[in-house]
């Protein structure tokens, strides 16, 4: 069964900045869009940032402009850089592929039922 490993989280102070790595098959990054999701205690998970063939990654409103995806095909692995960290971006992170696009679509990028091979997340705190 195909699950994707997450890692790199921790806790960072405001302010601060944390790479994420998602470790993926080389199918994976081949075929489909790869998605990055959070979900905060007593919240639901959430969309941050869709890569996919060819495009520069799609971002939630939340996250533009301080968050970075990107992939590194020889290593396998996307990436998503986050800077200038509050608390409420404080969740676990998750990534996992879309089995219905290999591109991000620029309208509603983070349907999740669209979305498998959910990997066990990585924590992120944010906190001084």
């Known amino acids: 069964q195909v699950q994707f490993v997450e890692s790199g989280g921790g806790l960072v102070r405001p302010g601060g900045s944390l790479r994420l790595s998602c470790a993926v098959p080389?199918?994976?990054?081949?075929?489909?869009?790869i998605g990055w999701f959070r979900q905060a205690a007593g919240k639901e998970r959430e969309g941050v940032s869709c890569?996919?063939?060819?495009?520069?990654?799609v971002y939630a409103e939340a996250v533009r402009g301080r968050f970075t995806i990107s992939s590194d095909n020889a290593k396998r692995t996307v990436y998503l850089d986050m800077n200038s960290l509050t608390p409420e971006d404080t969740a676990i992170y998750y990534c996992?592929?879309?089995?219905?696009?290999?591109?991000?679509?620029?309208?509603?990028?983070?349907?999740?039922?669209?979305?498998?091979?959910w990997g066990q997340g990585t924590q992120v705190t944010v906190s001084s």
């Open positions: 996992a592929a879309n089995l219905m696009r290999v591109r991000c679509p620029s309208t509603q990028p983070f349907t999740q039922h669209e979305f498998a091979y």
């Open positions: 080389e199918f994976a990054l081949r075929d489909y869009a």
């Open positions: 890569l996919g063939r060819g495009d520069g990654g």
